[in-house]
Structure formats: structure tokens, C-alpha cells
């Protein structure tokens, strides 16, 4: 089982990223996708879990109208594309899957993909 983020990098502040998160070892139909952030100092906190239909609650309210999820069953990646990139979205970002809901608990994770947002 893999979960591999990849896209991170640096980005000035009003910039944009896409993330990416590929999955193996299981069927991605079957799994909703969660996206965690935890920035230097702080506990991770959840972004965003998207259902196998394809619906996405944002937990965080900084993402809301900023971050948008891409589920794309067919190649088994997801993807998050933030937009408008504040300093405070400085942070490592992984995504993790469950057979449940994000809320319940994730059963796998990425090693997540280091974001950092300067200006």
C-alpha cells in the first residue's frame, strides 16, 4: 500500500500549487481521501476528506474558497490545488486514506510533501 504526494515546493504568497497524491496497493474507488496539513510547531490538522463519490468537506476554514479537490478514479490519484497561497499555508501536507470517513480515523498514510509559502 502507497500513498506518494508529491508537488510541494515554494511559492510566494498570492501564488498557487497543485498537489498531488497517488495510490497503489488498494482500490481507490473504495477509500475516501483525507488531506492533513501540519505546519513547523504545530499538531496536524485536517484539510479536506473526499468520499468515493467524489464530495468534499473542507475542515479548515482558511481553505475554504482557496483549495480545490480533483478526484480522478482513473488514474488513483487525487489532487488539491490551492490557490491565493498565504504564509500560514507554510506546512507539510499528506494525504491518507480510509475505507470509512476521515473522521472515523485513517487507515493509510502518504509521507507527505513539504509546502512553503513566502511574502
Known amino acids: 500500500v502507497q500513498l506518494v504526494e508529491s508537488g510541494g515546493g515554494s511559492a510566494q504568497a498570492g501564488g498557487s500549487l497543485r498537489l498531488s497524491c497517488a495510490v497503489s496497493g488498494f482500490t481507490f474507488d473504495d477509500y475516501a481521501i483525507g488531506w492533513f496539513r501540519q505546519a513547523p510547531g504545530k499538531e496536524r490538522e485536517g484539510v479536506s476528506c473526499t468520499t468515493t463519490g467524489g464530495s468534499t468537506e473542507f475542515f479548515l476554514d482558511a481553505a475554504k474558497g482557496r483549495f480545490t479537490i480533483v478526484r480522478d478514479n482513473a488514474k488513483n490519484t487525487q489532487y488539491l490545488q490551492m490557490n491565493n497561497l498565504k504564509p500560514e499555508d507554510t506546512a507539510v501536507y499528506y494525504c491518507?486514506?480510509?475505507?470509512?470517513?476521515?473522521?472515523?480515523?485513517?487507515?493509510?498514510w502518504g509521507k507527505g510533501t513539504p509546502v512553503t509559502v513566502s511574502g
Open positions: 491518507a486514506a480510509t475505507s470509512t470517513w476521515c473522521g472515523y480515523g485513517m487507515d493509510y
